[in-house]
């Protein structure tokens, strides 16, 4: 009943309803929850993933949970000029906080997420190494602690160096921005030049491309 109630469901400001795949990993976070709560809470001896597990079967055959389906979609270099003329527009305003230009400028050109980006400090870049850290890169399995280190580009360098600084704190953000936010601007965007099924992770796909 849940799933198929999950399935029923908007994404906010589309007008596509959840998908399988995304139903699908609310039941595996919900999963973990219970296969640990005997162990977490005095009250829950008697729970467990069991039935979760019994019913996977039932879900996939009626197409309530499955896969995520790949993705190939890049932006076009018309879309990416489109984008970032309209950022730099809007960033000329002055109830405009968030650079969203600089913000893509950099995920294409580091192949970043959007959530990495807004995590990055001033601390995290080694200016004579030339390189620069990402803090809890994201993992299957390690959520915390997996901090990487990455090559500093010199048209990384250039962004990082355009960005304000507040404060000497090296614990200040470079994007002092919300990602989420940040993801909602983007979004807002598209639909503002009309540009339809993409989403700013494409944007690793772009730069991942340009490397190669």
Not at 110 to 130: A, F, M, N, P, Y
Request: aromatic residues 8%; charged residues 30%; hydrophobic residues 35%.
């Amino acid at each position: 009943a849940y799933c198929r109630w999950r399935r029923s469901q908007k994404i906010k400001s589309t007008e596509r309803r959840v998908s399988a795949a995304t139903c699908g990993q609310s039941i595996s976070f919900l999963g973990v929850v219970l296969k640990f709560a005997g162990a977490a809470w005095e009250d829950c001896e008697n729970v467990s993933a069991a039935p979760l597990v019994a019913a996977r079967p039932f879900l996939v055959k009626h197409g309530l949970v499955g896969k995520s389906q790949p993705r190939d979609r890049r932006p076009t270099d018309e879309e990416i000029h489109a984008l970032l003329d309209l950022f730099a527009e809007q960033a000329k305003l002055k109830r405009t906080r968030i650079d969203m230009a600089q913000v893509m400028a950099f995920a294409l050109a580091s192949t970043r997420r959007l959530g990495e980006i807004c995590r990055i400090t001033h601390g995290d870049v080694d200016w004579q190494k030339r390189t620069y850290w990402v803090r809890d890169l994201k993992h299957p399995t390690k959520k915390q602690g997996n901090d990487t280190e990455f090559p500093l580009f010199p048209e990384l360098a250039e962004i990082i160096v355009r960005q304000p600084r507040l404060t000497s704190d090296p614990n200040e953000r470079i994007f002092p921005y919300n990602a989420k936010s940040c993801s909602q601007r983007y979004a807002d965007a598209k639909r503002r030049l009309g540009i339809g099924g993409l989403r700013f992770h494409d944007n690793r796909r772009e730069a991942i491309t340009r490397w190669l």
